[in-house]
């Protein structure tokens, strides 16, 4: 008989034991957790002003990996929106306006708190992540598109490391544990990953019966 017992439980890390899954369906939903989860990460940056010594490539890159706060339930992929994702709508796109301040008188440090989102809930997960550093007169300006993407896509949009060990009292007991990059709740990445193997798993039952 299968079961799961929670384990450990805080605001960026659960742990679960997993008892009599059988291993594929466990790393199955390990690598669901990982990578197939949706979350919100900037995708295109539109530069309108960078005097820093970062090129306008790097600094997008940064502004991509800064991990965002997530909403699933109030915005959709822009795969499966009704705008059809291009450009975007305010149900599958957010956007984030960075506008350094300016000191002529020493070098600053732009961090993560610089970013305004025309969304209050699509936040970076922390104001103190460092994006560039400035010297006297510098200055970054820039306009960021963020969106629901998932980690099969690029690893910006990756939701956690997960890990998978096993039990040392039995070979039928293992632990999954889900270390949250903070765009979402662990235990909600758990019961997505559990809903997206499910759905793959009809969706694969309905292909074999057509073949039938």
């Given at each position: 008989?299968?079961?799961?017992?929670?384990?450990?439980?805080?605001?960026?890390?659960?742990?679960?034991?997993?008892?009599?899954?059988?291993?594929?369906?466990?790393?199955?939903?390990?690598?669901?957790?990982?990578?197939?989860?949706?979350?919100?990460?900037?995708?295109?940056?539109?530069?309108?002003?960078?005097?820093?010594?970062?090129?306008?490539?790097?600094?997008?890159?940064?502004?991509?990996?800064?991990?965002?706060?997530?909403?699933?339930?109030?915005?959709?992929?822009?795969?499966?929106?009704?705008?059809?994702?291009?450009?975007?709508?305010?149900?599958?796109?957010?956007?984030?306006?960075?506008?350094?301040?300016?000191?002529?008188?020493?070098?600053?440090?732009?961090?993560?708190?610089?970013?305004?989102?025309?969304?209050?809930?699509?936040?970076?997960i922390s104001g103190k992540i460092?994006?560039?550093?400035?010297?006297?007169?510098?200055k970054v300006k820039a306009e960021?598109?963020?969106?629901?993407?998932?980690?099969?896509?690029?690893?910006?949009?990756?939701?956690?490391?997960?890990?998978?060990?096993?039990?040392?009292?039995?070979?039928?007991?293992?632990?999954?544990?889900?270390?949250?990059?903070?765009?979402?709740?662990?235990?909600?990445?758990?019961?997505?990953?559990?809903?997206?193997?499910?759905?793959?798993?009809?969706?694969?039952?309905?292909?074999?019966?057509?073949?039938?």
């Open positions: 008989m299968s079961s799961l017992e929670l384990v450990h439980k805080d605001d960026r890390k659960i742990s679960v034991k997993l008892k009599g899954v059988p291993l594929q369906y466990a790393n199955a939903l390990r690598r669901t957790c990982l990578n197939d989860v949706p979350v919100f990460a900037i995708d295109t940056v539109d530069i309108i002003q960078n005097s820093s010594v970062i090129p306008d490539e790097g600094l997008a890159h940064r502004l991509g990996l800064i991990p965002l706060r997530t909403d699933l339930e109030r915005f959709s992929e822009p795969a499966g929106c009704s705008c059809g994702g291009d450009p975007g709508c305010s149900n599958c796109r957010v956007m984030l306006v960075l506008d350094s301040a300016e000191s002529e008188s020493e070098s600053i440090t732009v961090l993560s708190e610089s970013l305004t989102s025309d969304d209050a809930d699509i936040l970076p460092p994006i560039v550093r400035l010297a006297p007169g510098q960021c598109f963020a969106r629901l993407g998932r980690g099969t896509e690029h690893a910006k949009w990756n939701s956690a490391n997960v890990s998978i060990l096993v039990d040392g009292e039995s070979d039928d007991e293992r632990i999954l544990t889900i270390e949250s990059t903070g765009a979402l709740r662990p235990e909600q990445i758990l019961l997505a990953g559990i809903d997206e193997v499910n759905r793959k798993l009809v969706e694969f039952q309905g292909m074999v019966k057509e073949l039938g």
